[in-house]
């Protein structure tokens, strides 16, 4: 089938899919979390008042009517306004967008090629030592709490040692720089542990396969075995894992965002979140359902380009 | 062979080395982030929630009021160096004539008063503020389209303007040149109210963000953008402004002659060597958002913020009880303030359940719960327990009081409980306690239960998203809940009228407590204008609801706040939303100080 087709075929699944994620959310905030107006109107909210912005919000009008401006604005990309800060969302979201990949980049690309590279490296001393350690080290950085990390790292190497800014950050490039490095850094401490053990799961497959022992008998050097052979044909899951984590990216890092002052999309779900925000809410599920339905079609297509067997039907 | 294999791989891991060295160094963990002192005095304040906007009218938080008043400002202020609260004109040119049925109220504006300059202006140039900007002003905040926060301050209070509200809220377009009998601009300088009933509390509002000027041209030029363009009279102009991480405003060149007072209190006497200077006394103000407790406290203690509110979590390492910060703050020359909070946390009842007409009942609840112990869990000790509903610090509060009901006695409520017709509790079903989802509340709620349990009572603690515990109130379905009241204004009358019965839920009483004595009290003392009779009022009203228990009381929360050497006439304050133009920093002290960080 022709790849074009293909995709296109794909991105009509996109339609019902948003119907159903409108659905979803559209039940989860009006049925189960109730009446926003209270929060929104605060400690001296009358009935009357709380029925006036009822009316202004449209949240007294027929279900179906709201469930369709629902809809309509998941296709459109018109989120409206913010019910709690009274800005576009849409301009929330690309002023947010920026800072969260600034942080959620640099430090995704350095912990897939960290990952990837040791995976190779522990894979070419299966079972010795080395190989042994690091699995003991990733499961020694899995159990630790995120949240220690970021406290610690935040008190030792940028208050006590000074190495870093405590908190912030400044847009336009150079400047965001200082205040990402630390942050980026407890990224790369935080993912290492799983990516690592996923990858050199990925390469031991792949490692005990019958062409490597061709290929060792043939004389290739373990150079040659590892980057030529074993890194293309262990490219299926890499790129499926990279893939499908390339839509949170976007939507930032809760924790770290919020304890280092980075104004990312992270910190407005969390601010939506905690002031019963739906517009904004609605908007980020709706984002990141369109970024994970993309991303995979993006997969799809990669697998025929990094694995001529695959095709696509 | 096997010697070569070997080789191999060592260079493939030195390769592998030098790969994460690089990373590394990308990382620049060599960095150093000390910084230079600027010559400029910089007030570099932190706060820990996002700032809704510079609405005046949407201002109904802590946070956002701050922020509207550096830009803004209203007819009148809170004198800074006087305790208790007193108001003092600011945009007015003296205090108002007020009629003597209480019902009037007529302003005289200060002349030559001048908006920011900004491109909604003839010129760019900011026009002179007028008595019709109030006008205005006011409407804007009773502008049933706006939907503003604010809007409860003049409900029902100013004659005509609740009609003007209703005859368009079902319009599509508002008509701001309809007259409104009871708000005039009878000249460009002169401004009247007139009250649809006496409210004493009334002069307060007009200290109040929500009543601020705006100018009409700022608000037509940018519409729903002007939440982000904020053009006011006050003493900084807005030049950055990021909502979600950082505002900046910098002194307003074109502001007005307003100086720093030359009269106090004698506990801020000492502050009085600014006295006559020109304000704002600072060049730049830089606002952090940081919501998260550890990195302003971090930047505290590096000096890149100038005061901060002990976190909870840091309090143990901040204070020694009874004798203030450690010394290593100390040394570093870190301030303590400690100011009692006008406010009060509780556990009502919903009067709505036959259960708790049993007013033994109540009253065994009350003395079974222990806040001394509460305070110390969940306040470090430094709350002050509350012994009715007025905090102390404005009149109705009774200096040295005892709640009889006052807890934890056991053996008295052991004895309630039985004359209440539940012996160690039996018969009593069990009773649910309604609380916000927060760790804290949760924490609170189960300490309840645990007091509770001592006496026989059974509590189960139900953790409610806010919303939902607002609409359990509000549709009367909760028997307990533990909730907490700040004051809007320095008035009794605003804790009270959580008790006044027709102000029953979805009004501010929630608890729906229905007292004819304490009605009627409150009937007479909410016309009285401040006077000892109105003082025996509230006392007599705080009086009643200690005895009469509608709610358990938790206690009156004290606020802690360290600030640097180099900062100077900090107070903290409840009412402090035009502080920052007082505020001073030494430079050449920071400078110095700065090394020992």
Known sequence: MNIWVYVLRRLLYVVPILLGVCLIIFVLFNVVAGDPTHLLLGKHATARQMAELRHELGLDRPWFYQYFDLVKSAFTFDFGR???????????????????????????????????????????????????????????????????????????????????????????????????????????????????????????????????????SKGLNEKVILFKHVLKNAMIPIVTYVVIQIPFLILGALLIESFFGIPGLGGITLNAINSSDFPVIRAMTILSAVAYILFSVLTDVLYTVVDPRVRLK | MATNDGLKRIVLMKKMISVLLSIALVLGLSSCTKKEVSNDKVLNLAVSAKIKGMDPIYANDLYSSNEVARVYEGLLEYHYLKRPYTLVPNLAESMPKVSEDGLNYTFKLKQGVTFHDDKAFPDSKGRELTAEDFVYSIKRLADPKLQALGWWLLDGKIKGLNEWRDKYADQPKVDYTEEVEGLKAVDRYTLQFKLAKPFPQFLYSLAMPFTFAVAKEVVEQYGKEFINHPVGTGPFTLSEFKQTNKIEYTKNPSF????????????????????????????????????????????????RIDYIGIPKDNFDSAVIPGKGITDDLKAKGINLTVTPSLDVTYTAFNHDNKLFSNEKLRQAMSAAFDPVSSNKLFYNGTALPAQSVVPPGIAGHIEGYKNPFFGQNIELAKKLLAEAGFPEGKGLPEITYDCPSSTISRQIGEFFKQQMSKIGVRIKVVQNPWPELQKKIKNRTVMLYGIAWGADYPDAENFLQLLYGPNKSPGANGSGYNNEEFNQLYKTAAVLQDSPQRTALYEKMNRIVAEKVPWIFGVHRQSYVLFHSWVKNYINADFNAGQAQYLNIDVAAKKEASKKL
């Open chain 1, 82 to 216: 913010s019910w709690s800060t009274k800005q576009t969302i849409s301009t929330m979201i690309s002023e947010g967008a920026l800072p969260s990949l600034t942080l959620t980049i640099p430090g995704f690309v350095i912990t897939t090629i960290l990952s990837v590279s040791l995976s190779l490296l522990v894979s070419f001393y299966r079972g010795s030592f080395f190989d042994k350690s690091s699995v003991i080290f990733c499961v020694g950085l899995m159990s630790i709490s995120s949240l220690a990390y970021i406290l610690f790292g935040q008190w030792f190497f940028a208050y006590y040692m000074d190495w870093f800014e405590i908190s912030g950050y400044d847009s336009g490039f150079p400047n965001f720089i200082p205040y990402i490095q630390l942050p980026v850094l407890i990224w790369v401490i935080l993912s290492i542990g799983p990516d690592l053990r996923f990858y050199r799961t990925v390469m031991l497959d792949e490692v005990y396969q019958d062409y490597v022992r061709t290929a060792r």
């Open chain 2, 256 to 303: 007005r002659k307003k100086v720093f007072p030359s009269e106090s209190s004698p506990e801020f006497k000492h502050m009085l060597t600014d006295a006559g200077k020109t304000l704002p006394l600072v060049d730049k103000i830089i606002v952090n958002i940081l919501v998260e407790s550890q990195p302003r406290w971090l930047n505290f203690q590096k000096g």
